[in-house]
């Protein structure tokens, strides 16, 4: 039988293990809910940066729209234009396309859209797609002869390939 105190009181060896996992339940019981105040805390914030993150493309989606609606208006005005006339001047609204067509490709080169030069120059498959080959004995090989549609980049990374015709002599 294993005594609980002596006569000057001190403890038994059973009563400090007894206090000892007392103490160590405690302290996991403390860390148990730490852990899930953390948790917690982790799945709030990962919600309010996907709100944040969605709350960002709709302003940004937003800033482009209205930058938009000037050439939506433009071309509204050219169709009311077009229909209140019985003969369309054929040089004015090339003029005005024109001018629209201007118009829109500035504000895409503001916005870091770039054209990419293919026709005549070196195929480069990191810019550039190759529809088809032909062979020109005049040019070299692997210069793009046709391009069938326009490739661009956008603030210096690749948005689409240009597709184009290439060159081949062999």
Request: proline share 2%; glycine share 6%; net charge negative.
């Amino acid at each position: 039988m294993v005594l609980l105190s002596d006569k000057k009181g001190h403890k038994s060896a059973d009563t400090k293990g007894k206090d000892k996992m007392k103490a160590f339940q405690k302290e996991r019981d403390d860390f148990k809910e730490l852990l899930q105040r953390k948790q917690a805390e982790f799945e709030n914030f990962q919600k309010r940066s996907e709100k944040e993150q969605e709350e960002f493309r709709k302003n940004s989606n937003a800033n482009i729209i209205a930058e938009f609606l000037p050439f939506v208006e433009s071309f509204e005005n050219a169709l009311e234009k077009m229909r209140g006339e019985k003969e369309i001047n054929r040089e004015k609204l090339l003029e005005g396309i024109s001018l629209m067509e201007k118009q829109l490709k500035e504000f895409l080169k503001k916005e870091g859209l770039e054209e990419i030069e293919s026709l005549g120059g070196k195929f480069d498959p990191s810019l550039h797609e190759a529809m088809m080959q032909d062979k020109d004995d005049e040019k070299e090989d692997g210069i793009v002869l046709e391009e069938f549609q326009k490739g661009y980049l956008l603030n210096g990374r690749l948005l689409r390939p240009s597709k184009v015709k290439v060159n081949k002599l062999n």
